[in-house]
């Protein structure tokens, strides 16, 4: 019982810390973005008596056999990032998945009602896949509006898989050390649809972030502190690429050779 609790309490920490960074890097206005990571044991006895009763039955339009019974820690729509912290049980909803597979229960007792993040099916199809591949120990999924790669997006070149990574990799070191698969690319999408969560499912199984052109990305790791890092490195390139173009500096970029010499470095590393 302690050792779930923990887990419980850690997956909250980790939310509102992130929540907090995600907020301060200017990616998290009014409600943009979300968060859920997958709970390995989770007992909550007080919450339990919300299971399988009609009230705290949300129907899913799709139905998810593959994560019946598992249990999710997600955002709320329309909380806000940076007031995470401050309110946490009212920001934060513990969910459970029915034993068909076809909705969730809502186990979270909180003061006023409050429903999981409009990106849900996003995340649950995602994390239905990392268990499908067996990928048990990357639970956490975050959703944000990184503002220089989200720009990126908008400029026509930049609209493209590949442009898109070649650049990121050109201006610093770390998307080839650390994100050497590269980034997807997933052309505009209605959020929240069905269409844009299989199109994020297919881009993350060769990818550990998904760009949504002129909205923002999909990241997933170990803690949601490890999908924030992703985003952070990647967004460092868009980043530096706007302040050279901003100085009106030609970007002289990493040369190719350089680059290969980085990912022979990191795979020695491995
Ligand atoms: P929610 O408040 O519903 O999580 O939506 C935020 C968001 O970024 C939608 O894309
Ligand atoms: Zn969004």
């Not at 009212?90 to 459970?96: F, M, N």
Request: hydrophobic share 40%.
């Amino acid at each position: 019982m302690a050792e779930r609790n923990i887990e419980i309490k850690r997956a909250i920490k980790e939310i509102t810390e992130t929540g907090k960074l995600l907020w301060q890097k200017g990616w998290a206005e009014r409600n943009a973005g979300n968060i859920s990571i997958r709970i390995e044991k989770y007992i909550h006895d007080n919450e339990e008596k919300n299971l399988k009763t009609k009230k705290t039955f949300y129907k899913l339009n799709n139905k998810l056999t593959n994560l019946s019974g598992k249990v999710f820690l997600v955002t709320a729509t329309g909380s806000r990032m940076r007031d995470i912290g401050k309110n946490p049980d009212e920001s934060i909803l513990t969910i459970k998945i029915s034993d068909k597979g076809d909705g969730y229960y809502i186990l979270s007792n909180t003061k006023n009602k409050i429903l999981p993040t409009s990106e849900l099916i996003v995340h649950l199809l995602i994390h239905q896949e990392l268990l499908k591949n067996k990928l048990h120990e990357i639970r956490a999924i975050a959703h944000t509006h990184p503002t220089e790669l989200i720009a990126l997006t908008h400029i026509k070149k930049y609209a493209d898989e590949k442009n898109l990574n070649k650049l990121i990799k050109s201006i610093h070191p770390e998307n080839t050390m650390f994100v050497n698969e590269g980034v997807g690319f997933i052309p505009f999408l209605l959020p929240g649809s069905y269409d844009i969560a299989e199109a994020t499912v297919k881009s993350l199984q060769k990818h550990k972030l998904a760009v949504w052109e002129k909205h923002g990305c999909f990241a997933v790791g170990k803690t949601v502190s490890a999908a924030f890092d992703i985003v952070d490195m990647v967004n460092k390139s868009a980043k530096i690429f706007f302040l050279c173009k901003a100085a009106r500096l030609k970007l002289q970029g990493l040369s190719e050779k350089q680059i290969q010499k980085l990912s022979v470095l990191m795979n020695n590393l491995h």
